[in-house]
């Protein structure tokens, strides 16, 4: 069973910056990719970020040039790093993993990130 505990969501007025956490309870190793997905009141849950195994990254176009995700392996952290932060960034944000063996995917409880104008 994987766990993850996000962290870091809050109030920030436009333009400000906000750094998201996600512990994850097993091995980098044992992941195939890990992301940040978020969902606005009324609307679908959609990717936002997305790192793999290899290290490649993928972005939503609406966060591009100002979202950025990283991983510390040691810590077994992701972080999902968010700057010019606008009103429409506001959401619940949920970490999400994968596991190479069976494809199964996990998610976190999810943050709340309120972006004021």
């Known amino acids: 069973q994987v766990q993850l505990m996000e962290s870091g969501g809050g109030l920030v007025r436009a333009g400000g910056s906000r750094r998201l956490s996600c512990a994850v309870s097993?091995?980098?190793?044992?992941?195939?990719?890990m992301g940040w997905y978020r969902q606005a009141p009324g609307k679908q849950r959609e990717a936002v970020a997305v790192?793999?195994?290899?290290?490649?990254?993928n972005y939503a176009d609406s966060v591009k040039g100002r979202f950025n995700i990283s991983r510390d392996s040691g810590a077994n952290t992701v972080y999902l790093q968010m700057n010019s932060l606008k009103p429409e960034d506001t959401a619940v944000y949920f970490c999400?993993?994968?596991?190479?063996?069976?494809?199964?995917?996990?998610w976190g409880q999810g943050t709340q990130v309120t972006v004021s104008p």
């Open positions: 097993v091995s980098f190793f044992r992941l195939n990719t």
């Open positions: 999400n993993v994968r596991v190479a063996l069976g494809q199964k995917d996990y």
């Open positions: 790192i793999t195994d290899g290290g490649s990254t």
